[in-house]
C-alpha cells in the first residue's frame, strides 16, 4: 500500500501559500556580491536559530567567529555543534532533498563528535521533548528503516506544493525521529533543502531563526499534529512562519529601492503635516525644484506622502504627513540605519 502521510489542507493553509507564492514572487534574487553577504549574515541567524532551539547559547557573533576560524571562548560541545552546522549549511547545494542517502551524510557531519554513530538511524527507543515535557514516543527502532523509506518515497512522488510538502516532511521527520539525537535540527534542515530547491531564494532566508523566535508554539503545533494525527496545524504553523520571513526579505528589498533622497526625507518627517519649506529646513537644502524633483515628488508617487489639501494640490498652505505606508517604510529605514 502507498503510503500518504495524513494531511488537511484547511482553507487558511491555501490562503497561507497563495500569499507566499505572491511574495516570492515579487522577490528578486540579489547581484552576486550582495548575495553572497546575504548568504552569510543569513546563514549565520540561521544556524544560531536551529541551535539555540537545541539548548547551544552561542550568539551570532561567536559563531561568526568560528566560521572565520577565530577563538571563541565557549563549551566545546556548543562549539563543535556549530562547527558542523556551518560544514553542513556551506554543502546545502550538494544535499538531494530526495536522498535518504545524503540525508545519512548529513547527519553524520551535523552530529560528528556529538554522539556515538552518527549518520546511523537510532536502535533504541526515543521521545520527543517540547521543553520539559514529553510530547510524543517515537516509533519502535526496528521500524524506522521502512518508515523513512516510505517518507522518501512518498517524498519523491508527492505532488504536494514545495512548500506544504517539505512541512509534511519536516512534521513526518520529527513523528518518526530517526535519529539518537540531533533530529530537530535536521527536520529543519531538510524543510530548507526542500524550499531551495524549488526558489533558490530561500537559500538565504533563514526560516529557522524565525522558528527560534517562536519555540513554544513550534513545539506545541507538533504536540497538536501527533494529538489528531493530521500534520496541518505544523503545516500552518511553519507556513506562518515562512511568510513572516519572506516578508521581511520584500520589505529589505522594497527599502533598498528606496533613493537615499527618499530616505533622507522619511526619516526626517514626524506625525504631524509638514510644508515644503519645513522639509526643505530640515534637510538644509534652499533650491526648491531640486527638491520637489529629487525628495518631495518621488515620495508621494510611492505612496509615502499624503497631501492634507489633496483636491487642491497647489493650495498656498499645502502641507504633507506621512502615509500609513510611508510610517512602515520609515520604521524599517530606522532599524536598518547603524
Known sequence: ??????????????????????????????????????????????IRGSLAI?????????????????????????????RNAIEVYDRLEDWDPNSETDLLSAHEIM?????????????????????????????????????MGDLFKWLQRSERHPLVASSIFHYEFEFIHPFADGNGRMGRLWQTLILTRWKPIFAITPVESMVHARQQEYYEAIGES?????????????????????????????????????????????????????MM??????????????????AAEAGFL????????????QRYRLTAKGKRMKALLGEQAP
Not at 520584500?250 to 506625525?271: E, F, I, R, Y
Not at 499624503?306 to 498652505?317: A, I, L, R, S, V
Open 1 to 46: 500500500m502507498t503510503y500518504r502521510p495524513p494531511c488537511t489542507v484547511t482553507p487558511a493553509i491555501e490562503r497561507m501559500l497563495g500569499n507566499i507564492c505572491e511574495m516570492v514572487g515579487r522577490l528578486s534574487l540579489p547581484a552576486q556580491e550582495d548575495d553572497l553577504r546575504l548568504r552569510r549574515i543569513n546563514r549565520i541567524r540561521t
Open 54 to 82: 537545541e539548548g547551544n547559547t552561542l550568539s551570532e557573533e561567536q559563531i561568526t567567529a568560528i566560521m572565520d576560524g577565530r577563538r571563541v571562548v565557549a563549551p566545546p560541545r556548543e562549539i563543535q555543534e556549530a
Open 111 to 147: 552530529m560528528r563528535g556529538l554522539m556515538d554513530s552518527p549518520g546511523r538511524y537510532r536502535s533504541g527507543g526515543v521521545g520527543v521533548m517540547g521543553g520539559n515535557e514529553v510530547i510524543h514516543v517515537a516509533p519502535p527502532a526496528g521500524r524506522v528503516p521502512i518508515l
Open 226 to 278: 501527533t494529538k489528531i494525527s493530521d500534520s496541518a496545524p505544523f503545516v500552518a504553523f511553519m507556513l506562518e512562519a515562512i511568510s513572516e520571513v519572506i516578508g521581511n526579505i520584500g520589505s529589505d528589498q522594497a527599502a533598498d529601492q528606496v533613493t537615499d533622497q527618499v530616505k533622507a526625507l522619511l526619516l526626517l518627517m514626524g506625525g504631524e503635516f509638514m510644508s515644503a519649506a519645513e
Open 281 to 298: 529646513t530640515g534637510l538644509g537644502l534652499s533650491h526648491r525644484p531640486t527638491f520637489r524633483k529629487n525628495y518631495l515628488q518621488p
Open 306 to 317: 499624503e497631501m492634507k489639501y489633496p483636491e487642491k494640490p497647489k493650495h498656498p498652505g
